[in-house]
């Protein structure tokens, strides 16, 4: 006998993604996902944006690592509260540990919460964590071929950061090359070359990543005011 | 690579839906993954292969549909078959697409089998070591 299921495999995934959407809906939160190879400069290109948007808004950072708590405390040294999350040897980071972190985070009094990724091109890609938006970061010493290779980590990011730019001239990175296949997989992407560690390029990417937040933050308050009425 | 995780989840669902209908056993679980997932199929199997035995599902086989892409133009609402690469309309070359299908990863359906793997000629067709399964997911009905 066969017995209709028909639901996502991640069905728990997704459903504890919503109710952490929810949370942050109702604290008016916005949360950028952001997803990179190991070493590629995921906290030194969050601390560098906390450094551009810190006299705006509030931030807290939410650290995927398999072990240890070496980033959350980089984080802390700034003043800014950061969650470490370790998954134990887990390749990603999953909504049930959002879930969990932010019950460590006081929603009400922050407008932007980071989430570093666990460091992988693959599996953060099939996860949603209740976040606004994933962002990706590649560095120049990774190459410029990495598109073909982990293609839909490119194709889903909203945005993606070419991270230690400076370091351009003493790679063979073919940067003509990179952005027309970046173009060819995620049409819409714009591509911000920084040296996170200089905060060269930052300025451009916090432009970006400010009129995101706010068209986010106007949306929420937009189908909040329809709620009411 | 998550596909022990995938097939965790899998799992989960099917004995569930199978244990509401008080089968023995799972025979044959059916899903569908898009082809711009992460998802890789020999990991899939093997992952299944590991984690079946003792459970419902132990023997049974898992039949995969393989969803292509395909999206929508959003200036000339023309819809098209693509790859991972070159998502553009093929009538006005516009790269403003909005995805139909590809990301698909569902439990469709599974077939359920009143009697169980190891069928004994003793009485009752009450379950043996998958008992335990079925208590974890039984419960309430909605």
């Known amino acids: 006998m066969e017995i209709d299921i028909s639901k996502p495999i991640l069905d728990r ?65 700034h003043g800014i509260p950061a969650v470490q999350i370790n998954t134990g040897g887990a390749c990603h980071l999953e909504s049930d540990m959002i879930k969990r972190a932010i019950n460590a985070l006081d929603l009400a009094s922050l407008d932007i919460i980071i989430i570093e990724n666990v460091g992988n091109l693959v599996c953060p890609t099939d ?34 950061i070419l991270n230690k730019y400076d370091t351009l001239s003493v790679f063979d990175f073919d940067e003509p090359e990179f952005r027309q296949v970046v173009h060819s997989l995620n049409p819409t992407a ?5 040296s996170a560690t200089k905060g060269d390029g930052i300025d451009a990417w916090a432009q970006w990543l400010i009129a995101r937040i706010e068209s986010a933050k106007a949306a929420r308050s937009l189908s909040k005011g329809s709620d009411v009425s | 690579m998550h596909e022990m995780g995938i097939v965790a989840s899998i799992l989960d669902a099917s004995v569930e839906a199978a244990s509401k209908q008080g089968a023995a056993r799972i025979t044959e679980i059916k899903i569908s993954v898009g082809e711009l997932t992460e998802i890789q199929e ?85 379950t043996n070591e998958d008992g335990s399964n079925a208590d974890t997911a039984s419960g309430a009905g909605e």
């Open chain 1, 13 to 77: 995934n997704e459903r504890l993604a919503s109710e952490n959407r929810a949370l942050f809906d109702a604290n008016d939160v916005f949360v950028l996902d952001l997803m990179a190879s190991p070493g590629a400069g995921k906290t030194s290109t969050i601390l560098a944006t906390i450094a551009a948007l810190r006299d705006r808004y509030n931030i807290a950072v939410i650290e995927g690592d398999i072990a240890s708590r070496v980033d959350a405390e980089k984080i802390s040294a």
């Open chain 1, 127 to 160: 996860f949603y964590l209740g976040e606004d938006a994933k962002v990706m970061i590649l560095s120049i010493p990774e190459g410029h071929d990495k598109p073909y290779k982990y293609p839909n980590i490119f194709a889903i990011a909203e945005a993606v």
């Open chain 2, 42 to 126: 020999f990991a899939l199997d093997f992952a299944f292969t590991a984690m079946t035995p003792g459970t419902m599902a132990e023997g049974a086989i898992l039949t995969v549909n393989h969803i292509g892409a395909s999206s929508r133009c959003v200036s000339c609402d023309v819809e098209f078959e693509h790859g991972r690469f070159e998502i553009v309309c093929p009538k006005c070359s516009g790269f403003l697409c909005e995805l139909i299908t590809g990301r698909e990863l569902s439990i469709d359906s599974i077939e359920i089998d009143d009697a169980p793997l190891d069928a004994k000629p003793t009485d009752g067709d009450e």
């Open chain 1, 190 to 194: 714009p591509v911000f070359p920084v």
